[in-house]
């Protein structure tokens, strides 16, 4: 259910706006929640809005015809998605569903689109955003193109030991769909750190053990 | 954390009772129920010394319904959380 949120400045995007402009776009922006699993917005549908995550976690995806999926980011409290619609009128760029109970905030895509043509500090935002999004995803393609999936799979099990990343628990099946490869062969290659001595697995967790090794692997020495 | 058990998920909705994730498991922790199977809870693995990850089960699996989950973590953080625990 939607409901009208009372602070705008909170979003991205609208911190450098003046209380006139800010009280002009509340009526537009609206709070919607979901459960965990929930469908959010599906690949290839008309753009509906804009949303920023305000508390939880959701997942952007992209799906085959055949079932595989490539996970293209978890989402946490702060950050927008769905904006490149917005921008060109086309459909939705990929599937969002909600990890962990969620709360959105939601700005129509034609709404959104007038907000920055009126204001240009949050086109500018708009822009600062995309820009570090590119160069995001230029780094994945470079992953999934150049490196094998031990380079890949160090890489991850680094970033998210490290807390560069949102904290979550992992299935073997969502480290495939994160680094491009299918479940099989995560687990061989666990096993293969594992029997190296990079890792160890135990009670719920795997732990990085030799973590100058895992480095090198990482880097594809 | 660590004095935790982390069992696997179980789908009995997919389970077909092959039995496949018996003879697979190294430390015979897993008997096959009625539903599916069940884990007991072995202190160490006598076969790979470690204790719930390796794994093999969800591995032979043919029908995904066996789901561990894991935590990723530095194994520093492990050793901290053991000493504030102990």
């Known amino acids: 259910?939607?409901?009208?949120v009372q602070k705008p400045s909170q979003l991205p995007f609208f911190a450098q706006l003046g209380e006139d402009d800010l009280l002009e776009i509340a009526p537009y922006i609206h709070e919607r929640t979901f459960s965990p699993g929930q469908m959010i917005i599906s690949e290839g549908e008309p753009c509906q809005a804009v949303y920023f995550v305000v508390q939880g976690l959701v997942r952007t995806r992209r799906l085959s015809l055949?079932?595989?999926?490539?996970?293209?980011?978890?989402?946490?409290?702060?950050?927008?998605?769905?904006?490149?619609?917005?921008?060109?009128?086309?459909?939705?760029?990929?599937?969002?569903?909600?990890?962990?109970k969620t709360m959105l905030y939601t700005i129509p895509c034609q709404r959104f689109h007038l907000i920055m043509r009126h204001?240009?500090?949050?086109?500018l935002a708009?822009?600062?955003?995309?820009?570090?999004?590119v160069r995001r995803l230029s780094d994945m393609v470079e992953d999934l193109a150049l490196h094998t999936v031990r380079t890949r799979l160090a890489r991850f099990l680094l970033a998210h030991a490290e807390g560069t990343q949102p904290p979550k628990?992992?299935?073997?099946?969502?480290?495939?769909?994160?680094?491009?490869?299918?479940?099989?062969?995560?687990?061989?290659?666990?096993?293969?750190?594992?029997?190296?001595?990079?890792?160890?697995?135990?009670?719920?967790?795997?732990m990085l053990v030799d973590r100058g090794r895992l480095e090198r692997e990482a880097t594809g020495g | 954390?660590?004095?935790?058990?982390?069992?696997?998920?179980?789908?009995?909705?997919?389970?077909?009772l092959c039995g496949l994730c018996v003879e697979a498991c190294p430390c015979h922790a897993v008997k096959l129920g009625d539903r599916g199977p069940i884990f007991s809870c072995p202190e160490v693995c006598p076969s790979t010394g470690c204790a719930y990850g390796c794994c093999l089960c969800e591995e032979v699996c043919p029908d995904g319904a066996i789901t561990y989950t894991f935590e990723i973590v530095l194994e520093a953080q492990e050793g901290i959380e053991a000493m504030s625990t102990a």
């Not at chain 1, 708009?126 to 999004?133: Q, W």
Request: net charge negative; with cysteine.
């Open chain 2, 1 to 16: 954390m660590s004095k935790v058990w982390a069992l696997p998920e179980v789908d009995e909705t997919r389970c077909t």
């Open chain 1, 119 to 123: 204001h240009h500090q949050v086109a």
């Open chain 1, 169 to 206: 628990r992992w299935t073997q099946e969502e480290i495939a769909g994160q680094i491009g490869t299918v479940r099989e062969m995560v687990g061989r290659t666990l096993r293969a750190f594992a029997m190296a001595g990079l890792i160890r697995r135990q009670r719920g967790r795997i």
């Open chain 1, 1 to 4: 259910m939607a409901t009208t």
């Open chain 1, 126 to 133: 708009v822009l600062e955003r995309l820009a570090a999004e």
């Open chain 1, 66 to 100: 055949d079932g595989r999926e490539q996970v293209l980011a978890y989402l946490g409290p702060d950050e927008p998605f769905n904006l490149v619609p917005a921008l060109d009128g086309g459909p939705n760029l990929a599937s969002v569903d909600a990890v962990t």
